[in-house]
């Protein structure tokens, strides 16, 4: 009996640290949560446009080698992180990548300031630091959030690598959407 109640304790207290965090939809038992309907299409796109404009505002006189925006990848389940497959009900959503190498003098930090700089005097835009106090990576992270539900991880390194370059990137992620009755899981977008 004491390990059901601590069971029914923990989720409870999971599903309150959930909604207060905003990671959950805060709904009344009534409400139903529905994804927006926004083609893979449209979210590709959106999310490419978004990448390019963070490309330019790297200096492109730092940049040694520049990989370019990924090219389409799968759509992912929105239950990624439980490893589960995409499903009528489970929602998709899209990632995406921009990567280059700077040179090893190139501050990146003060770069990445500046570009957090310019998306928080954006209208609807919010910015965090992403970095972990135990990270052991050699690198800055800040997160960017767009009115829309698109997220941007932007990382920069703060030591050069065995090349003696260092490297910037921007993963992306789309909001999670319907999943379309089409979908071909095979299929790049």
Not at 44 to 69: M, N, W
Not at 86 to 92: E, K, L, N, R, Y
Not at 97 to 108: G, H, I, K, S, Y
Request: hydrophobic fraction near 40%; glycine fraction near 4%.
């Amino acid at each position: 009996m004491i390990i059901r109640s601590s069971a029914v304790l923990v989720a409870l207290v999971c599903g309150v640290m959930l909604s207060a965090s905003g990671c959950a939809p805060d709904l009344s038992p009534q409400e139903e949560y529905v994804l927006p309907k926004i083609s893979l299409a449209e979210l590709r796109a959106t999310q490419d446009a978004e990448l390019e404009r963070f490309r330019e505002l790297v200096p492109s006189d730092i940049i040694v080698k520049d990989y370019g925006i990924s090219p389409p990848r799968r759509a992912m389940s929105c239950n990624v992180l439980d490893a589960q497959p995409i499903t009528s009900d489970s929602g998709v959503q899209l990632a995406g990548r921009w990567r280059a190498l700077a040179a090893a003098e190139t501050d990146l930090e003060t770069i990445v300031e500046e570009i957090r700089a310019n998306y928080a005097a954006k209208s609807g835009w919010s910015t965090r630091s992403g970095d972990q106090l135990d990270d052991p990576l050699t690198s800055t992270l800040v997160v960017f959030t767009s009115p829309d539900g698109y997220q941007y991880y932007v990382r920069v390194s703060t030591e050069p690598n065995r090349e003696g370059l260092k490297t910037v990137s921007v993963s992306s992620f789309s909001p999670c959407v319907e999943t379309p009755a089409d979908i071909d899981l095979d299929a790049r977008y």
